[in-house]
């Protein structure tokens, strides 16, 4: 198995609601990350958790929070968005410290903030 | 900080042309580059991954070329067909801490 599996693909939300993306893998990686990615331009990294522990946070404002529950799941909960906010989100995993360390991602949720 | 720039930032071309996309970064000290594929409104799909030690990667008509010592990479891709049409990302793996930092991207369309 050799997917990440992100859900939900698309979401439409309101500026007050509360809303969760959802990151699952199985290949045993012990990095995981959230990237945002706008319309015609690269990623930009959001988050990394390596071994289950928040490494890297990205400046991200407050109203994005994230959660690695276990070493497979990776959460991203979303609350009082903006509409700026409204982008592709990918959800990665690699194996840290392999020396042929490869990223691999998910297809991605749409979101959209209305 | 390291920055990765690509070249072109879009081309277009007739099928069964060869062509080459440019990668470039500011710090040779990598752990690895990765190219990837991307269509519109998807993931990232892994094409090919040079380590640093290593000179090239080759995946069917893909060939991947690293010069670290003068930051750059190049992706050749030969006989092009219209199905590779995608914007094309490379990102290097530094050589500290777990932070992928991508270029920008080249948007290639191939023609029938």
């Known amino acids: ?3 990440v599996t992100q859900t939900p693909k698309h979401l439409v939300m309101g500026m007050t ?3 969760s993306l959802k990151c699952e893998q199985h290949m045993g990686h012990r990095a995981m990350y959230w990237y945002k990615q706008k319309a015609k331009k690269p990623p930009e990294l959001m988050f990394v958790y390596s071994y289950e522990k928040l490494s890297i946070n990205e400046s991200v404002p407050s109203r994005f929070s994230p959660e690695c529950p276990n070493s497979s799941l990776l959460n991203l909960h979303l609350h009082a968005l903006q509409p700026e906010d ?3 989100y990918l959800c990665a995993s690699s194996h840290p410290g392999a020396s042929n360390e490869k990223l691999f991602f998910g297809s991605g949720t749409q979101l959209s903030v209305l | 900080k390291q920055e990765v720039t690509q070249i072109p930032a879009a081309l277009s071309v007739p099928e069964g042309e060869n062509l080459v996309l440019n990668c470039s970064f500011t710090d040779s000290a990598i752990y690895n ?5 991307q269509d519109p ?3 990232l799909t892994s094409l090919l991954l040079i380590q640093s030690s290593q000179r090239e990667q080759t995946s069917g008509r893909l060939n991947a070329s690293l010069d670290k010592s003068s930051g750059r990479s190049t992706l050749y891709i030969a006989a092009s067909q219209p199905g590779d049409s995608a914007t094309y990302l490379c990102a290097v793996k530094e050589d500290y801490g777990q932070n992928f930092v991508f270029g920008p991207g080249t948007r ?3 023609l029938p």
């Open chain 1, 86 to 88: 409204s982008a592709l």
């Open chain 2, 108 to 110: 290639l369309s191939v």
């Open chain 1, 1 to 3: 198995d050799t997917e």
């Open chain 1, 17 to 19: 609601n509360k809303k």
């Open chain 2, 33 to 37: 580059l990765q190219w990837f594929r």
């Open chain 2, 41 to 43: 409104g998807k993931g």
